[in-house]
T-cell receptor, first 115, second 113 residues
Framework: DSGVTQTPKHLITATGQRVTLRCSPR?????VYWYQQSLDQGLQFLIQ???????AKGNILERFSAQQFPDLHSELNLSSLELGDSALYFC??????????????FGPGTRLTVL | DQQVKQNSPSLSVQEGRISILNCDYT??????FLWYKKYPAEGPTFLIS?????DKNEDGRFTVFLNKSAKHLSLHIVPSQPGDSAVYFC????????????FGQGTTLQVKP
């Protein structure tokens, strides 16, 4: 158990809908990261928040948005869903800003299926 | 553009033998590399890392080798155990001041008893 929790574990929805994925970081961690893993692909970095502020942005679609709240939990909002958005979405957290020695601990993921 | 590549989707080895997982990268600016291990229904777990100023880092049964001129790294597991059966991801640290990790596609290792 990494200490990072993600809810829900599974989500099935229809095209055009909007969903929210939730992540609670390990106690004391200030950074939260979101990654997307599509079928047979590696994890793709989406976005990083550090202490409530956006720190880094990857190939995140405009239909996707995220935020980190004062209690440090984070939410990833996916809207106007398409079939291709079906994937595993991982959240990770780390203590610091994401330097090379700042280990990222991953949650178990949320499996999103868009029908 | 896949900056980190793991060209072998799967690898099968006998228990007790050596497992060698390979990874190539294209960006010569990458200066820190990591290996993560992932079991089904779990998130990736950090395994071992290496800085570009080194060519080898060892932690118990796990050793990572880095060949900067070839832009290649490998993970050696000796001896392999059935519990090592998992998906192994190679990753590069993409930025010096953020936590952006760039992952390869992963290699599924099966260690047979």
């Amino acid at each position: 158990d990494s200490g990072v929790t993600q809810t829900p574990k599974h989500l099935i929805t229809a095209t055009g809908q909007r969903v929210t994925l939730r992540c609670s970081p390990r106690s004391g961690d200030l950074s939260v990261y979101w990654y997307q893993q599509s079928l047979d692909q590696g994890l793709q970095f989406l976005i990083q928040y550090y202490n409530g502020e956006e720190r880094a942005k990857g190939n995140i679609l405009e239909r996707f948005s995220a935020q980190q709240f004062p209690d440090l939990h984070s939410e990833l909002n996916l809207s106007s869903l398409e079939l291709g958005d079906s994937a595993l979405y991982f959240c990770a957290s780390s203590i610091g800003t994401g330097s090379v020695t700042d280990t990222q601990y991953f949650g178990p993921g949320t499996r999103l299926t868009v029908l | 553009d896949q900056q980190v590549k793991q060209n072998s989707p799967s690898l099968s080895v006998q228990e007790g033998r050596i497992s060698i997982l390979n990874c190539d990268y294209t960006n010569s600016m990458f200066d820190y590399f990591l290996w993560y291990k992932k079991y089904p229904a779990e998130g990736p777990t950090f395994l071992i890392s290496i800085s570009s100023i080194k060519d080898k880092n060892e932690d118990g049964r796990f050793t990572v080798f880095l060949n900067k001129s070839a832009k290649h790294l490998s993970l050696h597991i000796v001896p392999s155990q059935p519990g090592d059966s998992a998906v192994y991801f190679c990753a590069a640290h993409g930025s010096s001041n953020t936590g952006k990790l760039i992952f390869g596609q992963g290699t599924t290792l099966q260690v047979k008893p």
